[in-house]
């Protein structure tokens, strides 16, 4: 039972464009969500954060929306760079402890 | 400060056979927490500590499976007669508390083959 999902595998993004990676989730009771980048043979790097309280944070070039209602997260990278090719996960947790994990969107920015 | 470490950073092992992994968090973090991820899958959660004790398991850690953090700072998980479907990337984090904006911090994993 997939609680969080992220329904595109892939996205290319021509470098300095706009990258908006999506997710969503059925767990009403989840109220922290992070989004983490991973390179291969690495661990996930955290990357921004946001609990239900907000609908939007944003950290240099890379901002999070929240939509309650809707139960969909969303990260934008403004302006992409080549370095930001990785694999993507978002995450959402009722507690803040336990977090449940997308299955990924791999991000190709193209010089 | 090393961020979080986790040893070793891979493990072939026979079907059947007992091994455990270390993870060594960042040293000011009182929590620690144990995911597991396939091919293809996000990380599922394991365990979770705060300081020495074990406060949360997920249904997915079998009799099989065990953790530890004796003195609240290491952690070992030890998974005993491996199957094939043991075959993962594992992988610790570690936080100092949720309300800090930088989350977890995930160690490199350590990736377990059972042939």
């Known amino acids: 039972d997939q609680q969080v999902k992220q329904n595109s595998p892939s996205l290319s993004v021509q470098e300095g464009r706009i990258s908006i990676l999506n997710c969503d989730y059925t767990?009403?009771?989840?109220?922290?969500f992070l989004w983490y980048k991973k390179y291969p043979a690495e661990g996930p790097t955290f990357l921004i954060s946001?609990?239900?309280?907000?609908d939007k944070n944003e950290d240099g070039r890379f901002t999070v929306f929240l939509n309650k209602s809707a139960k969909h997260l969303s990260l934008h990278i403004v302006p992409s760079q080549p370095g930001d090719s990785a694999v993507y996960f978002c995450?959402?947790?009722?507690?803040?402890?336990?977090?449940?994990f997308g299955t990924g969107t791999s991000l190709t920015v193209i010089p | 400060d090393t961020g979080v470490s986790q040893d070793p950073r891979h493990k072939i092992t026979k079907r059947g056979q007992n091994v455990t992994f270390r993870c060594d968090p960042i040293?000011?973090?009182?929590?620690l927490y144990w995911y597991r991820q396939t091919l293809g899958q996000g990380p599922e959660f394991l365990t979770y500590?705060?300081?020495?004790?074990?406060?949360?398991k997920s249904r997915l850690l079998s009799d099989r499976f065990s953790a530890e953090r004796p003195k609240g700072s290491f952690s070992t998980l030890e998974i005993q007669r491996t199957e094939q479907g043991d075959s993962a990337m594992y992988l610790c984090?570690?936080?100092?508390?949720?309300?800090?904006?930088?989350?977890?911090?995930f160690g490199s994993g350590t990736r377990l083959t059972v042939v």
């Open positions: 500590f705060q300081n020495e004790a074990q406060l949360e």
């Open positions: 767990n009403s009771m989840f109220d922290y």
């Open positions: 995450a959402a947790s009722p507690t803040g402890n336990q977090f449940y």
């Open positions: 040293s000011e973090h009182n929590r």
């Open positions: 946001i609990s239900s309280i907000k």
């Open positions: 984090a570690s936080s100092l508390a949720w309300d800090r904006v930088d989350g977890y911090t």
